[in-house]
């Protein structure tokens, strides 16, 4: 038989000292219960006095918690509370209550990630429902004052030009006729090459993944006409008035819920004119442009130009717009197969003027080639009435070439090279600036796929014919670099803004994307602390040129066209900001 335990004896003398009212069962039990936890208690104390006992390697679970519990909600599980909190419990949590770890501590290398305020915009990636997932755009609601109010007072933004014609259709400008039949019967527009402000924020609008909750934005865009703006005060205003509304905007950005996410990281604006025009180098009355570009909070953002620096990380090139803006995948797809089958009767041509007043220019060699072959169509430019003013004559020109000739402008870029490229010419370029190291989003890396390259030095030293190195090349290879350039048409051009295209990528979707991705790449390297700790800003052009998986900058090829005097200023000094004002003079030139 089972041993009655110890208390049925205190229950027997209770009985012996009181045979007529024996004790109630409640109080029997009452005191059993009481006689439990006490044993209970003091095998507790007695085992955690001893060392500790070797346990089953699982998640440990502590009888107490912290009293950060009190601030769990509701359907927050406890015991998971338990587990994932209980490491960090020590005597300072409970003076009275030591707590005694049930293994020694080891060192802790897998820290619990940090809460980054970005963190939800990078879990939209993660569902695989949501068709915008991670490509979400935040536009900032700016004061009309940073856009649409220039556009209202678009006869100040040209010295020169009556930019108000250029600034109907969404920013495309009025129709062009077919009289020659050089264009489809829809989609072109004499459009303004420095009208990239208002295009892409017009195409923003038709955006499919716009968001106005900016916690789960991939990017935020500041649609700031950045262009517009120092159009208006170039010539004649001094630097106040010319810094003004960059001053402003900074301020604005700065002060929003958004700024402060990333420190402006995640930012980006558009501004259709060349980077020297917003990175003016001192305070000097008489320096070039506005300071943009310079300020501590633009750095942080990035711009999207039609020519940027090689010098500087804060900008990106972005095509120049081109007289073509298909409104669907099939106005296109009929342009290309229409350039594909053209019969080409010039092996080269030139449209552009000389530049006597430049020594290093070799525009002036070039004409004089093409001058004297017969196989070269030059469209001499220059001021006046001329067919380099018309869009119909270039177009007609390059559709007849099979190569046509970019040299560099005033800048390192031309918009004659995307106007090119339209009508299927394959384009050779003389400095890699002039293409290679600005598009690199939308022009592949491997240049030779699409293009010649002709060193400068070849034409302005050692007199190399041009007619004769473009003879050299076989005719199956000139076949696919033909076709290549086809086929980048739709990364090059701006859809109508009013409309989408339904398949093709173009220009727009080009550039978002890759700022996204830009931002993307950041935040998880941020997350991951693997920021580029040793990033040269001042090779900023290689960096893009890289190969997969490559992640330091060498030695280049093209080193000796990027050689910048050590002024310290961050870009090419004078010679940029001197290029800059004679491109502005030179609007003169082809506006009308």
Sequence with gaps: MRRRPPVSSYHEEMEKTNDRHPPSRLCFLATLAA??????????????????????????????????????????????????SAPHLSKNNHPSEPVVMPHPKLPDTHPAPKNYPFTRALRTLENKSDPCGGRYIYVHDLPSRFNDDMLKDCRKLSLWTNMCKFMTNAGMGPPLENINGVFSNTGWYATNQFAVDVIFS???????????????AAAIFVPFYA?????????????????????????????????????????????????????????????????????????????????????????????????????????????????????????????????????????????????????????????????????????????????????????????????SMLAGCIPVFFHPGSAYTQYTWHLPRNYSKYSVFIPEDDIRKRNVSIEERLKQIPSDVLKDMREEVLNLIPRLIYADPRSKLETLKDAFDVAVQAIIDKVTKLRRDIIEDREDKDFIEENSWKYALLEEGQQTVG??????????????????????????????????????
């Design 202 to 216: 017009n195409r923003l609008k038709q955006y499919e993944c716009l968001t106005k909750d900016s916690s789960i």
């Design 227 to 419: 262009g517009f703006d120092i159009a208006r005060y170039l010539w004649g205003y001094n630097i106040s008035v010319r810094d003004a509304a960059s001053l402003d905007l900074v301020d604005w950005l700065m002060k929003t819920p958004e700024w402060s996410v990333m420190g402006g990281r995640d930012h980006f604006l558009v501004a259709g004119r060349i980077t020297w025009d917003f990175r003016r180098l001192t305070d000097s009355e008489s320096d070039w442009g506005n300071k943009l570009l310079f300020l501590p909070a633009a750095k942080n953002m990035s711009m999207l130009v039609v020519e940027s620096s090689p010098w500087n990380a804060n900008d990106f090139g972005i095509p120049y717009p081109t007289y073509f803006h298909p409104a669907k995948d099939a106005d296109v797809f009929i342009w290309q197969d229409r350039m594909r089958k053209l019969e080409r009767k010039f092996l080269f041509s030139f449209a552009g003027a000389p530049r006597p007043d430049n020594p290093k220019s070799i525009r002036g060699q070039i004409i004089n080639q093409c001058k004297k072959s017969k196989v070269c169509k030059l469209l001499e430019c220059d001021f006046g009435e001329s067919k380099c003013h018309s869009p119909s004559s270039i177009m007609q020109m390059f559709q007849s070439s099979l190569f046509c000739l970019q040299p560099q402008g005033d800048s390192y870029t031309r918009r004659s090279a995307f106007d």
């Design 555 to 592: 030695a280049h090829e093209w080193d000796p066209f990027f050689s910048k005097p050590k002024d310290g200023g961050g870009d090419s000094g004078s010679s940029s900001a001197d290029a800059a004002k004679k491109s502005w003079k030179n609007e003169q030139r082809s506006q009308s």
């Design 35 to 84: 006689m439990f936890w006490v044993f209970i208690f003091y095998f507790h104390f007695s085992m955690l006095s001893n060392s500790p006992i070797n346990l089953p390697e699982r998640p440990t679970r502590f009888h107490r918690i912290s009293s950060n519990a009190q601030h769990l909600s509701k359907d927050q599980d406890l015991s998971e509370l338990t587990s994932s």
